[in-house]
């Protein structure tokens, strides 16, 4: 098992661009060649894959540069939204992004199609999703009934 590098603040506004695990990153463009900004979306999200939180204390706010690839497909279904990266070398897991098939989602899951119209989260995910990201999620038409799910155009198996 490879270690992780431990997370590390620039600043608030940084004037140059960011290596792998450190922050504070608005978007791809603050990170390095080959890295992704990674947007923490709720409180207590210890940070991007192949980086440590050990030794550090954060702001729940401050986002941090990733290798995409570095461990990104990893995780477990959750209920707040994770940015892993385009295109992923793995199926991913309920709330994770960026899909863009039902096959890029695991089991039962499906991708949820975002649009310029249509900027909301996939049902049962909170957070703030990423501009024109599509997300796996767990479609329950108990949960949200048919007239939600065709209002933001899914077609589940359910209806």
Known sequence: V?????LSFVGKEPTCLLQKCQGNCDT?????????CYYRSYAGDLGPPGCSDEYIQFDDEWNYCYEVNDG????????????IG???????????????????????LQCFQRSDTND????????????????CFKVACDDYGSDYLEQVDIEPACL
Do not use: M
């Open 2 to 6: 490879k270690d992780k590098e431990k």
């Open 28 to 36: 791809d463009k603050d990170c390095g060649y080959g890295l992704s």
């Open 72 to 83: 990104g497909c990893t995780g477990t279904d959750s209920d707040y939204l994770v940015d």
């Open 86 to 108: 385009k295109d992923p070398p793995c199926t991913l897991h309920n709330c994770q992004g960026d899909c863009n098939t039902d096959d890029d989602c695991r089991d039962e």
């Open 120 to 135: 909301i989260a996939p049902p049962g995910c909170t957070g703030n999703p990423k501009s024109n990201w599509d997300y």
